[in-house]
């Protein structure tokens, strides 16, 4: 079993939609959770970064991490083309440095 | 320019044959990755470095070695290239708090 789980779509949502994208992770030691998107040919980029549970918001994205399911989310409202990308949940533990592991991205279509 | 610059950004190389991939980085920080991303498999961490002197083996270091020149540059090599070392692989470097930031990736093709 993987460490982190996360489904690999496609998805494919009309523009406007609301998008939930959604990682699972099997290591309770996991305290730093963070989604990243990567469009074609180009490298992954931070876009929402949480430390332990709870909600975090910024302007269309709101990340959330239930640690009792381990699962973690990520909303999109008022979903755009350009959104369209594939998003990679990452985590890891605290303390000095720990690895960081990566899901394997899901790929979301937008269309308009 | 980019904060992660690599070079190349698509080669094409023979069996057997040596291929060095560049990293270079302005964003002042001390660590410094190098990934391969295939799909289905996501990101897998080769070789990592905290500083000139500190080099780590990842998870999949077999068949690579990495060289890292001063705090800005970390160069990846493959000495004798096989099919299965095709894939996207990309170079990070990060802030103690875990922001990543990557390049924009070398396409590997080995044939």
């Known amino acids: 079993q993987k460490e982190v789980e996360q489904d690999p779509g496609p998805l494919s949502v009309p523009e406007g939609a609301i998008v939930s994208l959604n990682c699972t992770y099997s290591n309770s030691a996991f305290q730093y959770f963070m989604w990243y998107r990567q469009y074609s040919r180009k490298g992954p980029e931070l876009l929402m970064y949480?430390?332990?549970?709870g909600n975090k918001e910024d302007g269309r994205f709101t990340a959330q991490v239930d640690k009792s399911s381990k699962y973690i989310s990520l909303f999109i409202r008022d979903s755009q083309p350009s959104d369209s990308a594939t998003y990679l949940c990452?985590?890891?533990?605290?303390?000095?440095?720990?690895?960081?592991?990566f899901g394997t991205g899901t790929k979301l279509q937008v269309i308009p | 320019d980019a904060d992660v610059t690599q070079t190349p950004r698509n080669r094409i190389t023979k069996t057997g044959k040596r291929i060095m991939l560049e990293c270079s980085q302005t964003k002042g920080h001390d660590r410094m990755y190098w990934y391969r991303q295939d799909p289905g498999l996501g990101l897998r961490l080769i070789y990592y470095s905290f500083d000139v002197k500190d080099i780590n083996k990842g998870e999949i270091s077999d068949g690579y070695s990495v060289s890292r020149q001063a705090q800005a540059k970390f160069s990846l090599s493959l000495e004798s290239a096989i099919p299965n070392q095709t894939a996207l692989y990309f170079c990070?470097?990060?802030?103690?708090?875990?922001?990543?930031?990557f390049g924009s990736g070398t396409r590997l093709t080995v044939v």
């Open positions: 990070a470097t990060s802030d103690p708090n875990r922001d990543y930031t």
């Open positions: 949480t430390y332990s549970s």
């Open positions: 990452a985590m890891s533990a605290a303390g000095g440095y720990q690895k960081v592991t």
